[in-house]
């Protein structure tokens, strides 16, 4: 069974930086395609990058493009969301989710519903 633990979420101050891991047990993440997604207090779960299964594609919504950057270590079972210019609206709970089926450069559209494994959540404050 495929368990996903986030981290390196924090409190930074507007224009900062953090790098969120997403690090996977129970079996390898080379067959997965991974996404990262975001909760705001009040609002729906919203996606925020994906990562094909070779890393060869990747994705990101609009508000977070030249900002976030999506990267995967399959040696490391490892993917990262590297976040830059942080604004105060990416506040939010980042989770990251698994997709299995989808091979090679195949990119998997950020619905929740199109994710079979979560973690837990990693809490992200941007504030001053």
């Known amino acids: 069974q495929l368990q996903l633990v986030e981290s390196g979420g924090g409190l930074v101050q507007p224009g900062g930086s953090l790098r969120l891991s997403c690090a996977a047990s129970?079996?390898?993440?080379?067959?997965?395609?991974i996404g990262w997604f975001r909760q705001a207090p009040g609002k729906e779960r919203e996606g925020v990058s994906c990562?094909?299964?070779?890393?060869?594609?990747?994705n990101y919504a609009d508000s977070v493009k030249g900002r976030f950057t999506i990267s995967r270590d399959n040696a490391k079972n490892t993917v990262y969301l590297q976040m830059n210019s942080l604004k105060p609206e990416d506040t939010a709970v980042y989770y990251c989710?698994?997709?299995?089926?989808?091979?090679?450069?195949?990119?998997?559209?950020?619905?929740?519903?199109?994710?079979?494994?979560w973690g837990q959540g990693t809490q992200v404050t941007v504030s001053s």
């Open positions: 129970g079996v390898t993440l080379e067959h997965y395609a």
């Open positions: 989710a698994a997709a299995w089926g989808w091979p090679g450069d195949t990119i998997v559209v950020l619905t929740t519903t199109s994710y079979d494994y």
């Open positions: 990562i094909s299964s070779s890393g060869g594609s990747t």
